[in-house]
């Protein structure tokens, strides 16, 4: 018979401890879904997965402030607790732990958890401490969530990647499950960024997802160049009046590091752009 899931809002380390202990000592196990919040369909595509694969879903809701850059968006970050609740609530979430700022970083912090190989190619380059700040959260949280296995999404490509490296490296024992990209109908990845685009900022970023499709139409027809996948997939950026590129490689899925070749089941194509002010990152397997 289902549980009966009613969505309990923690919001201190000690309790969620408590929380943990008390699942363990049951013998339930345990699936983890961190997130910044603002949860869209992406999100909630995780929840699901985690939901089939363990007793227990413990969601977390904490936008990170060290993984953010002095010029970037970390003020106007999207929230609404309140819908994210409601969001929890109906996709049956066990736990929405939101552990509060002074508690993950109380004055006087001052360990971090770097990562040097797979971390310093593509947004690592444009945003130098991001994946420090990214690490060092996640790696917080896994201490006090204990999960059995933590969810990620395959949108963020380069972040499961550096993650599932610091789980190997420092032997968390935790199983990390990446979970495919879900797009809105028009195939841009939904992303909780989305919401600052106007309808003109919108309709140029459509062109992400087009590009993408075309670069998976060219390794089908048998080009193995990345150089010229990478022109095509520029060019199709460029032509739209609102978006820069910030990076457009195509890399090894599992070490982010550029290959000169294409090969197949092991590349990945990832961009990022600027839609005006708003940073857009998506990828596709090649
Ligand atoms: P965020 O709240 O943006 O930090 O994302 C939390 C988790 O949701 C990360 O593992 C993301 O990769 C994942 N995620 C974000 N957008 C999507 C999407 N469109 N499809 C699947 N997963 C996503």
Same mark, same amino acid.
């Given at each position: $018979?289902?549980?009966?899931?009613?969505?309990?809002?923690?919001?201190? #380390?000690?309790?969620?401890? %408590?929380?943990?202990? =008390?699942?363990?000592?049951?013998?339930?196990?345990?699936?983890?879904?961190? #997130?910044?919040? *603002?949860?869209?369909?992406?999100?909630?595509?995780?929840?699901?997965?985690?939901?089939?694969?363990?007793? =227990?879903?413990?969601?977390?809701?904490?936008?990170?402030?060290?993984?953010?850059?002095?010029?970037?968006?970390?003020?106007? *970050?999207?929230?609404?607790?309140?819908?994210?609740?409601?969001?929890?609530?109906?996709?049956?979430?066990?736990?929405?732990?939101?552990?509060?700022?002074?508690?993950?970083?109380?004055?006087? *912090?001052?360990?971090?958890?770097?990562?040097?190989?797979?971390?310093?190619?593509?947004?690592?380059?444009?945003?130098?401490?991001?994946?420090?700040?990214?690490? &060092?959260?996640? !790696?917080?949280?896994?201490?006090?969530?204990?999960?059995?296995? !933590?969810?990620?999404?395959?949108?963020? /490509?380069?972040?499961?990647?550096?993650?599932?490296?610091?789980?190997?490296?420092?032997?968390?024992?935790?199983?990390?499950?990446?979970?495919?990209?879900?797009? %809105?109908?028009?195939?841009?990845? $939904?992303?909780?960024?989305?919401?600052?685009? &106007?309808?003109?900022? =919108? %309709?140029?970023?459509?062109?992400?997802?087009?590009?993408? &499709?075309?670069?998976?139409? $060219?390794?089908?027809?048998?080009?193995?160049? #990345?150089?010229?996948?990478?022109?095509?997939?520029?060019?199709?950026? #460029?032509?739209?009046?609102?978006?820069?590129?910030?990076?457009?490689?195509?890399?090894?899925?599992? &070490?982010?590091? =550029?290959?000169?070749?294409?090969?197949?089941?092991?590349?990945?194509?990832?961009? /990022?752009?600027?839609?005006?002010?708003?940073?857009?990152?998506?990828?596709?397997?090649?």
């Amino acid at each position: $018979m289902e549980k009966e899931r009613k969505t309990e809002v923690i919001r201190s #380390t000690a309790e969620m401890r %408590e929380v943990v202990a =008390r699942l363990r000592s049951a013998g339930e196990t345990i699936c983890f879904v961190p #997130t910044m919040g *603002y949860l869209h369909r992406g999100h909630l595509s995780l929840i699901e997965a985690a939901r089939k694969r363990a007793d =227990r879903v413990v969601v977390s809701l904490f936008v990170n402030p060290i993984q953010f850059g002095p010029n970037e968006d970390y003020d106007r *970050y999207p929230q609404d607790f309140d819908q994210d609740l409601a969001a929890c609530r109906e996709s049956g979430v066990d736990y929405l732990f939101c552990p509060p700022g002074e508690e993950m970083y109380p004055p006087k *912090y001052s360990t971090y958890v770097d990562e040097e190989r797979y971390s310093r190619h593509l947004c690592g380059i444009s945003r130098p401490n991001h994946f420090r700040g990214v690490l &060092t959260v996640v !790696a917080k949280l896994f201490n006090i969530v204990c999960p059995d296995f !933590a969810v990620f999404g395959q949108k963020d /490509a380069q972040q499961a990647a550096v993650i599932r490296k610091m789980v190997a490296d420092l032997h968390f024992g935790v199983e990390i499950m990446v979970e495919p990209t879900v797009r %809105e109908e028009d195939g841009l990845a $939904m992303s909780s960024r989305n919401i600052h685009l &106007t309808a003109g900022q =919108r %309709e140029d970023a459509k062109m992400i997802f087009q590009a993408l &499709t075309r670069a998976r139409e $060219m390794v089908e027809s048998g080009v193995t160049n #990345t150089d010229r996948v990478e022109a095509e997939v520029t060019n199709m950026l #460029t032509s739209r009046r609102r978006l820069r590129v910030i990076y457009v490689e195509v890399v090894d899925s599992e &070490t982010m590091e =550029r290959r000169r070749e294409i090969v197949s089941g092991k590349s990945l194509l990832a961009v /990022a752009v600027w839609v005006d002010e708003v940073r857009l990152i998506d990828n596709t397997p090649l």
